[in-house]
């Protein structure tokens, strides 16, 4: 478990995408450019599962494993937010075929998911699993990161690598990127499971594992507060 097995050697390097601390929808100006058209393409990915359910969301652990990887974290004040910035954390980087990152989770996340020739999804149906609220339309979800981007700085990305900032901001592979509504997703911010939990709490167990998971994928600690709340949110796991 943990990041002591090899963040790269997990396949993060194959990632490439852009968060920010609110992981908002918006895309980067600066983040590659492929110009090359595909004709529309349509596909069904399976939409994210409600209650306790991981849907699709990867690498999602059982409560058990969670608990024990949660037991392993350093707890630690939050760090200094001194020298953050986006910037630090490149995203909505290509996927390939003209697609980003937020297409491809996108695409991931929904059904019946149609992309033009720039991969920008035109048509399909998401749910969004902290509020449970139903769209039509892309442009009302936002890509949210399990752990925001200004999180993971206060609790040992100020030491990373920039490259390593890269995975960790585009994490295709583990629990880190999922679509969401707006809404939901602002309201979050950058504010850890202490401070914020999703509106539905069916989907309390499997928040709780999906960032326990990535923290500790990342070896990154957790607040005296936080360890807390997801030790109460893990309660609400089916036993």
């Known amino acids: 478990m943990g990041y002591q097995q090899g963040w790269w050697g997990r396949g ?4 490439a995408v852009l968060a920010v601390g609110g992981c908002t929808a918006v895309d980067d100006p600066a983040a590659p450019q492929v110009s090359d058209a595909k004709p529309p393409v349509s596909s069904s990915a399976g939409a994210p599962g409600g209650g306790s359910g991981t849907g699709t969301l990867p690498g999602v652990p059982t409560a058990e494993q969670a608990r024990a990887e949660l037991g392993e974290l350093k707890v630690a004040p939050h760090g200094s937010m001194s020298g953050y910035s986006r910037a630090k954390f490149p995203h909505w980087a290509s996927q390939g075929e003209s697609c980003d990152s937020r297409e491809t989770v996108l695409e991931r996340d929904g059904t019946n998911v149609t992309r033009d020739g720039e991969c920008r999804a035109v048509s399909g149906r998401w749910v969004s699993v902290y509020d449970g609220k139903t769209f039509t339309d892309a442009s009302d979800l936002d890509i949210d990161h399990m752990v925001p981007l200004a999180n993971a700085w206060r609790s040992g990305a100020n030491t990373w690598t920039q490259e390593k900032r890269k995975a960790f901001a585009n ?13 939901s997703n602002r309201s979050k911010g950058d504010q850890g499971p202490d401070e914020w939990q999703p509106p539905s709490q069916t989907y309390w167990c499997t928040y709780a594992r999906a960032w326990v998971s990535v923290k500790s994928t990342y070896e990154l600690s957790v607040t005296e507060n936080e360890k807390s709340t997801l030790t109460d949110m893990l309660g609400t796991c089916p036993s």
């Open 171 to 183: 994490d295709l592979t583990h629990p880190q990127l999922l679509a969401v509504s707006a809404a």
């Open 12 to 15: 993060l390097a194959a990632v």
